[in-house]
């Protein structure tokens, strides 16, 4: 019973085509991530959605849109993909009625643009 | 600007080892400190978190310390297992955010022989 679902695990697309990744989280936490791991292995946090709400937008291309249906879910659209979004997506959920609470990841998304 | 640095980048050690990995942060002022594990094709799994009051955690042969002031944390792992190789990553939670944006290290990629 996974925590935190992402989908697909994998994708290979053409650079222009626009495709989209799901996630959904059963933990009832109420704010959702994007990060991002690039081919260094480097993660940075690229959204971050409260009970909906964007609270975090990194300098990230308006190429990528972000979108909370509702509190469980943090689907992440991008549109016109390049060579250099190649990367592993993972999202991941947290409760914040307090800060530092542990946050829980997906098991990734690895996107490749050819 | 936070900046998170691990070292070693990569370490190799025989089956029944102790080790010691090493995180480093630029700026104090963090609600907690989070050690994970990645393992290849994998998703982040949290080993354990040490909120910014605490000292230390303990989980079976993990032991984290944090030292706020001077910016170390250190993970140490107790007869090491050949289970046990995977990328070890340190994340930060910065306090200026009011949410979590996690600020992570690169990592160190242990391999335990048997």
């Known amino acids: 019973d996974t925590a935190v679902s992402q989908t697909p695990k994998y994708l290979v697309t053409q650079m222009g085509n626009d495709k989209s990744i799901k996630c959904e989280q059963n933990?009832?936490?109420?704010?959702m991530y994007w990060y991002k791991q690039d081919s260094k292995k480097f993660l940075k946090i690229m959204f971050s959605y409260n009970n909906k709400e964007l609270i975090i937008n990194e300098t990230v291309p308006n190429r990528f849109s972000p979108k909370s249906p509702d509190k469980a879910h943090l689907n992440l659209h991008i549109n016109s993909l390049e060579l250099g979004d190649s990367a592993v997506y993972f999202c991941a959920s947290s409760q914040e009625d307090q800060p530092g609470n542990t946050i829980y990841f997906g098991e990734g998304s690895w996107l490749t643009v050819v | 600007k936070q900046e998170v640095t691990q070292i070693p980048a990569a370490l190799s050690v025989p089956e029944g080892e102790n080790l010691v990995l090493n995180c480093s942060f630029t700026d104090s002022a963090i609600y907690n400190l989070q050690w994970f594990r990645q393992d290849p094709g994998k998703g982040l799994t949290s080993l354990l978190l040490i909120q910014s009051s605490q000292r230390e955690q303990t989980s079976g042969r993990l032991n984290a310390s944090l030292d706020k002031s001077s910016g170390r944390s250190t993970l140490y792992i107790a007869a090491s297992q050949p289970g046990d190789s995977a990328t070890y990553l340190c994340a930060v939670n910065p306090k200026n955010t009011g949410f979590q944006k996690l600020v992570f290290g690169t990592g160190t990629r242990l391999l335990v022989s048997p």
């Open positions: 933990l009832g936490h109420d704010t």
